[in-house]
């Protein structure tokens, strides 16, 4: 089973991008926009305080019809935040994932925030892994010798 480290390393940028609580959601939102991604670690310091993600400013900006300039991260962020270590596999992250209806995980090593993982970082490795699966089988059935 794949570890959550070595899907880190395998991942072509594994920076965490952040914000501050106090980051207007317009920002992380510019944020989150310029860098083509669903989710940003709130952090205060080194400590991971919560998430803020599409999801989160789609239901409690756009549907109560908020300011993004004026609203702060802090105010809308999802505040219980689930995490894994770099030894914990990714059919643990995707269990988690699946039971608690989340899409992004924070990789925690030794207090320190160290990488994120989507669900689609995870199903690019299950299929990755299934396709060299069958390529294998089909050099089995063919007598293909390697």
Do not use: W
């Amino acid at each position: 089973m794949k570890t959550v480290a070595e899907l880190l390393r395998e991942k072509a940028n594994h920076a965490v991008v952040t914000v501050t609580p106090d980051s207007s959601v317009f920002d992380a939102v510019k944020t989150m926009a310029e860098r083509s991604i669903g989710a940003v670690v709130v952090v205060e310091g080194d400590v991971v305080l919560g998430m803020f993600t599409e999801r989160d400013y789609a239901r409690k900006v756009v549907l109560q019809d908020r300011s993004s300039r004026t609203t702060k991260v802090r105010d809308i962020m999802t505040d219980s935040v689930y995490y894994v270590g770099p030894a914990d596999t990714r059919e643990h992250c995707m269990a988690m994932m699946t039971e608690r209806h989340f899409r992004h995980l924070p990789v925690i090593d030794n207090d320190k925030l160290v990488g994120l993982l989507s669900i689609g970082d995870l199903v690019k490795d299950v299929m990755s892994e299934q396709k060299f699966i069958i390529h294998e089988l089909e050099r089995y059935i063919t007598g293909e010798r390697g």
